[in-house]
């Protein structure tokens, strides 16, 4: 069964970059038409989608978080990963890593999560 | 962007009984929407999507429709394990993606 689990620091200071991965294991992020998410909670709150990226390498991110995110992957190392800059408290968040089950370029939910990595955001 | 509001935002079900729970879509989005249940401390798990599809594993008593842009999920004879939180998610026009705010099973 496809397994998928974030590493990274769980606290990032005010200002600096925050890099998490997303190693997927029992599955390979290069099988054609799937895309590869990264969610995020903050506690207590809901879910926001931060963005997606294709099998192509094709990039997708949520309009209303400014361009601060970037998604990469690692195909020989069978993961991917998220990039986020000028982090500031309100990014404190659970942050989990995702397959969008949909196996098509259309897109649309996701079947299979990591168990998600707390990331706090604190001087 | 499409905005997908859920009601209640609680709703205190006694164990047994059946619950009811919406999500309304601003716009169309045809079936392309999906139902997670999410416990403390764990991952969101996919339930339903397009609508009425069960994902895999999940009982026949959890079932999905729609009306319009009204979307419903009905958990039937509510158990133990059902006592969550359950959002909504459509991606018939993305992006963004779009989760509703979520709704809280708890017991009555």
């Known amino acids: 069964q496809l397994q998928l689990e974030e590493s990274g620091p769980g606290l990032v200071k005010p200002s600096e970059t925050l890099s998490l991965t997303c190693t997927v294991s029992h599955g390979s992020i290069n099988i054609d038409y799937y895309y590869w998410g990264w969610i995020r909670q903050p506690p207590g709150k809901g879910l926001e989608w931060i963005g997606s990226?294709?099998?192509?390498?094709?990039?997708y991110y949520n309009p209303s978080l400014k361009s601060r995110f970037t998604i990469s992957a690692d195909k020989p190392n069978n993961r991917f990963s998220l990039e986020l800059t000028s982090v500031t408290a309100a990014d404190t968040a659970v942050y989990y890593c995702?397959?969008?089950?949909?196996?098509?370029?259309?897109?649309?939910?996701?079947?299979?999560w990591g168990q998600g990595t707390l990331v706090t955001v604190s001087s | 962007e499409i905005v997908m509001t859920q009601s209640p935002a609680t709703l205190s079900v006694s164990p047994g009984e059946s619950a009811t729970l919406s999500c309304r879509a601003s716009?169309?989005?045809?079936?392309?929407l999906a139902w997670y249940q999410q416990k403390p401390g764990q991952a969101p798990r996919l339930l339903i999507y397009?609508?009425?599809v069960r994902a895999t594993g999940v009982p026949d008593r959890i079932s999905g429709s729609k009306s319009g842009t009204e979307f419903t999920l009905t958990i039937s004879s509510l158990q133990s394990e059902d006592f969550a939180v359950y959002y909504c998610?459509?991606?018939?026009?993305?992006?963004?993606?779009?989760f509703g705010g979520g709704t809280k099973v708890e017991i009555k």
């Open positions: 397009g609508a009425f």
């Open positions: 716009q169309n989005i045809d079936s392309n």
């Open positions: 990226i294709y099998y192509s390498g094709s990039t």
């Open positions: 995702a397959r969008d089950g949909a196996g098509s370029y259309q897109g649309g939910w996701f079947d299979s």
């Open positions: 998610q459509q991606y018939d026009d993305w992006p963004p993606l779009t």
